[in-house]
């Protein structure tokens, strides 16, 4: 899997923003986390390898967030 997913920044009308990118890539750890630990603790019908390529595929897009505001804070562009 191997699409881009761009992130629309959620701004107020001055252009501030409102929502940092450490708390997107934390919402998305930590829903895959709370996934797995569903599918650990038996509850629901969700399929194991379902849970595990859609938290792996979560985790992949939180680090390319927090990768591409490393390098934004750094002055690296790219």
């Known amino acids: 899997m191997n699409r881009e997913v761009t992130l629309p920044l959620i ?3 001055r252009g501030t923003l409102q929502v940092a990118a450490a708390d997107v890539s934390r919402l ?3 829903l895959g986390g709370r996934w797995v630990r569903l599918v650990e603790s038996g509850a629901g019908d969700l399929d194991e390898d ?3 390529a859609l938290t ?3 985790a992949k ?3 390319r ?3 591409a505001c ?3 804070s750094s002055g690296q562009r790219g």
């Open 11 to 13: 701004v107020d009308d």
């Open 28 to 30: 998305l750890r930590t």
């Open 50 to 52: 379902t849970v595990a």
């Open 56 to 58: 792996i595929e979560l």
């Open 61 to 63: 897009l939180a680090d």
């Open 65 to 67: 967030i927090d990768v």
């Open 70 to 72: 490393i390098a934004h």
